[in-house]
C-alpha cells in the first residue's frame, strides 16, 4: 500500500494466545483482511511501540488482535504519537475481553474497515508512582484497580519457581493459588480518596475504576451499561476479613453486587486515591506501578472498532 493509502491497515498480533487460537486468527486474517500488514509482540509492552510505529508509518487503521492489554498496549502507542484519529479495530482473542463485551464483534474481519461501525470511546489515563518514586502516566480502556484484586494480579506476576511451575502447568490454577495467598495475609486497608475535588477516608478491600462496565472475563458490580460520557464509574468494596470478602465474592459471582451493602458506586470525572502503604495498580490487566494514583479522562477520544 502506498504511505498516503487512506485504508493503510496493520493488524498487531499478540501470539501468546495460544498455538491453536493463533494459527487460526493467522487464516482468518490471511483470509479476510488480506490488505492488511501484520506485525507481532514480541514481549511485554511490545504493543505500545508497535502502536506508535504504526501512527508514524501513516497506517490509518490499527488492528489489535488480542485480549484487553493488547488492546492497551496498542491504543496507548497510538495516544502517545499524536495517532488518536487513528481507527482502533479489536480483534477479541485473549482471556477476558471485556472490552468488546456489549458489542457485536464482527464475523468477517473485513468489516473491520467498515467506517458504520466506528465508534467514539472516551480514554482513561491515570498517573502512578514507578517503584523507585518517580512519576508514570498511561491511558485505559477496561478498567484499573487498586486493593485486594490488584495484590493478586501483582502476586499472579511474581517470578518465583512455584508460580513458574503453575503457570507451565495451569493458567487458572496459577491465578487461584495467588488468590490463595493473596487472601491468606489480607487485612482492610485504610485509604484516602478525593472524588471530583471531595476529601474523604476509608477502610477498603478494594477500589475499580471502570470504562466498561465488565471485568475478569464478564463479571460486573451489577450493572451492565458503561458510565456516562466523560465519567468513570468508580466502585469502592468496602473492608472486610477474608470470610467477608468470600462473600462478597460469592455474591458478585452470582450478579447480586447491586444491591450489596459492602460495594458503592459513583460515576466521577475525577479520582485520587493513596494509602500510607504505598499499594500495587493493575491497568487493563497489567500491574504498571504503585499508588498513589489519579485517575481522569483524557481529552482526546479515540475511535474504535470491533
Not at 66 to 76: E, H, I, M, Q, R
Not at 172 to 185: F, P
Request: glycine fraction near 10%; include cysteine; aromatic fraction near 6%.
Amino acid at each position: 500500500m502506498a504511505a498516503d493509502d487512506p485504508e493503510k491497515v496493520v493488524c498487531i498480533v499478540n501470539p501468546a494466545s495460544g498455538v491453536q487460537r493463533r494459527r487460526m486468527i493467522d487464516r482468518r486474517l490471511a483470509v479476510e483482511l488480506p490488505e492488511a500488514d501484520r506485525w507481532q509482540t514480541r514481549y511485554p509492552g511490545h504493543g505500545v511501540d508497535l502502536g506508535r510505529q504504526a501512527v508514524t508509518d501513516g497506517y490509518r487503521t490499527v488492528v489489535a488482535v488480542g485480549g484487553d492489554g493488547t488492546l492497551s498496549d496498542v491504543a496507548n502507542g497510538i495516544l502517545a504519537a499524536g495517532g488518536d484519529r487513528v481507527r482502533l479495530g479489536y480483534v477479541p482473542a485473549g482471556t477476558c475481553n471485556d472490552f468488546a463485551r456489549g458489542r457485536k464483534p464482527v464475523t468477517d474481519l473485513g468489516d473491520l474497515l467498515d467506517r458504520s461501525r466506528d465508534r467514539r470511546t472516551d480514554v482513561g489515563a491515570v498517573t502512578f508512582s514507578r517503584p523507585d518514586g518517580t512519576s508514570a502516566h498511561r491511558f485505559f480502556l477496561v478498567n484499573c484497580t487498586v486493593g485486594l484484586i490488584s495484590v493478586i494480579g501483582l502476586r499472579f506476576t511474581e517470578k518465583t519457581p512455584v508460580n513458574r511451575v503453575l503457570k507451565r502447568i495451569n493458567l487458572q490454577l496459577a491465578e487461584a493459588a495467588s488468590g490463595a495467598r493473596a487472601l491468606v495475609g489480607w487485612k482492610p486497608v485504610d485509604v484516602r480518596l478525593e472524588l471530583d475535588g471531595e476529601r474523604s477516608r476509608h477502610r477498603i478491600t478494594n477500589v475499580a475504576v471502570l470504562k466498561v462496565p465488565f471485568f475478569a472475563g464478564g463479571l460486573t458490580f451489577g450493572s451492565v451499561e458503561p458510565p456516562e460520557a466523560g465519567h468513570l464509574d468508580a466502585v469502592q468494596v468496602l473492608g472486610a476479613g477474608r470470610i467477608g470478602v468470600l462473600a462478597t465474592m460469592w455474591q458478585v459471582f452470582r450478579g447480586n453486587a447491586a444491591r450489596h451493602p459492602a460495594i458503592r458506586r459513583q460515576q466521577v470525572q475525577t479520582l485520587r486515591i493513596d494509602a500510607d502503604t504505598p499499594l500495587p495498580l493493575e491497568v487493563d490487566g497489567e500491574i504498571v506501578g504503585y499508588t498513589p494514583a489519579a485517575f481522569s479522562i483524557h481529552p482526546s477520544r479515540l475511535t474504535t472498532v470491533v
